[in-house]
């Protein structure tokens, strides 16, 4: 079983009857009058995603929030709530969901956004073991980025307590979305993936927990990344990559992707590709620094 289905979770059947009685009207009064903080930093890799990373700083939020007049604000809509797979509230200028159980079924996410007003949808996407349960890309459509003028912080993750290690006890997986948020904005999640499936969430294959942790692929040449492939009991496929002129960026270009790769040539990153294939991202000629991220493989995706 994953680790992360080891989370706190908090059932619907567990809500029946929490609507009255002393120990509801507590529970709403901590919910409503509570004012827990969060902080956040904006984090741009190569390809230009933005995505907000932060946290509510506070401890946790109530186990569950009962939809009811004191939990509506001047316009109606409700500012809390909660279900088996989410709590959601209005903390400040950001809606922020605490995601409780992140392989639930994915309609009760949406549920939850719907209820506040929001036009938020969580999709799984298949994905190597280590991001299953994960937020593995946060995007937006219209009324989103590039519509405002601090647009990336208009969406984003995070954790919550700020900087914990998902899978630990008392450890979930946050989204926060500005409360005047207007946009068709789209969370993947990672989910297992089926045999033979393709993982969409490009994972690096050498952090710690995919096919080639603690390998440096980076820099070296096909032959030698395959060599350790097969001693792995691992196979490679190649994506040819084509550099920015100033190479900070790159592309793929398809008509580029039946070129026969030979044992010289360059690996620029691996991937994990779907359990057992590796995809090696290549060149033909060593180029003076990685494309891939304009410069040096950060620290964090060498394992």
């Not at 899978?167 to 948020?181: I, K, L, S």
């Not at 033909?284 to 394992?303: C, S, V």
Request: aromatic share 4%.
């Amino acid at each position: 079983m994953n680790e992360v289905q080891n989370l706190a979770r908090c059932r619907d059947q567990d809500l029946a009857g929490a609507a009255s009685g002393a120990g509801a009207r507590t529970l709403l009064t901590s919910i409503t009058t509570e004012e827990p903080q969060f902080e956040g930093r904006v984090v741009r890799t190569s390809r230009t995603r933005r995505v907000l990373g932060g946290a509510v700083a506070a401890g946790g939020l109530a186990a569950a929030a009962v939809i009811g007049p004191a939990l509506l604000g001047e316009s109606g809509t409700a500012t809390s709530y909660a279900n088996s797979a989410m709590d959601i509230r209005l903390q400040g200028d950001h809606y922020v969901a605490v995601i409780k159980d992140p392989l639930a079924d994915f309609a009760k996410f949406t549920e939850g956004f719907k209820a506040v007003g929001l036009n938020v949808r969580l999709e799984p996407v298949p994905s190597s073991p280590t991001q299953v349960g994960e937020i593995t890309r946060v995007k937006a459509g219209p009324g989103g980025i590039g519509d405002h003028p601090n647009d990336d912080r208009r969406i984003g993750s995070g954790t919550t307590p700020a900087g914990c290690e998902l899978g630990q006890a008392g450890c979930a997986m946050t989204v926060m979305v500005q409360r005047d948020y207007a946009g068709n904005g789209v969370v993947n999640l990672g989910r297992p993936a089926r045999p033979g499936e393709k993982y969409q969430n490009a994972r690096p294959a050498t952090v710690k927990g995919e096919m080639l942790e603690g390998y440096r692929a980076d820099e070296k040449t096909v032959g030698e990344v395959v060599a350790e492939a097969h001693r792995r009991g691992l196979k490679a496929v190649f994506e040819v990559i084509t550099p920015a002129p100033d190479h900070n960026g790159w592309n793929v270009d398809p008509d580029k992707q039946s070129a026969q790769v030979g044992d010289d040539w360059i690996v620029w990153e691996a991937r994990s590709e779907e359990a057992g294939v590796l995809r090696l991202q290549v060149t033909e000629d060593r180029l003076p620094k990685n494309p891939i991220y304009g410069g040096p493989k950060p620290a964090q995706f060498t394992g």
